[in-house]
């Protein structure tokens, strides 16, 4: 018999769950409300402020839930990497586009909000990003440490970088099968271009 502390997680992730599944191409978090959410997740309207103040407390959450899954695959991705060897790029595309295929509405989510008009939302997102971005130079350095081939300003490079699978991502969603490996083909080719652009400005400098 579960817990209250376990039962509360329970229906915390149910509302969660709810409020991703109506998320859609058509339909932003902005359109959801806190009736038709707690009715999907089979709670009464009242008991969804046991578990978040507000809807906007419950989209801040799936936000964050959003940067970490991805940056925990990532993270799997370099281990995998380093253990088993390969590209860096090619691998990482590859996990990339497998978190966006289990994760469409989560990344729908923080697409729409990064630009979105609640400071809120823009902020949580950026801060996301900004985590990403952190960690991506970090690796960036790490490895051109080790292979001897110094990088020009590896913060901008992964900005970059993050920048252009974001906006590949947003294609990416509603692609055909075909057109989702087209698409990958070619985030791996521009990827390449700004790494071999960075090390080539850096033997200049």
């Known amino acids: 018999m579960a817990t209250r502390a376990e ?12 409020a991703l599944s109506q998320l859609s191409a058509d339909r932003g978090f902005g359109s959801l409300s806190l009736r038709e959410v707690a009715r999907e997740a089979g709670i009464a309207p009242t008991s969804f402020y046991r578990h978040f103040a507000e809807l906007d407390e419950l989209g801040l959450a799936l936000v964050d839930e959003g940067g970490v899954a991805l940056r925990q695959l990532m993270r799997q991705a370099r281990k995998r990497i380093a253990r088993d ?16 295929g289990n994760n469409a509405n989560l990344f ?7 630009t979105g008009v609640s400071k809120p939302f823009r902020t949580a997102v950026k801060a996301e990003i900004d985590h990403f971005v952190t960690e991506l130079a970090d690796d960036l350095r790490r490895i051109a440490d080790e292979q001897s081939r110094p990088l020009s300003e590896a913060r901008l490079v ?6 252009l ?31 071999v652009g960075s090390q ?3 033997k200049r400098q």
């Open 7 to 18: 039962q509360k997680l329970k229906t915390r992730r149910a509302l969660m769950d709810a």
């Open 85 to 100: 060897g390969g590209s860096a790029i090619s691998t990482s595309v590859e996990t990339f586009m497998e978190y966006l």
């Open 108 to 114: 729908r989510l923080m697409l729409r909000e990064r």
């Open 158 to 163: 992964a900005e970059a970088m993050v920048t």
């Open 165 to 195: 699978v974001f906006n590949q991502g947003a294609e990416a969603l509603d692609a055909t099968a075909r057109e989702r490996e087209e698409l990958k083909a070619k985030l791996k080719t521009e990827l390449r271009m700004i790494l």
């Open 200 to 202: 080539t400005l850096a």
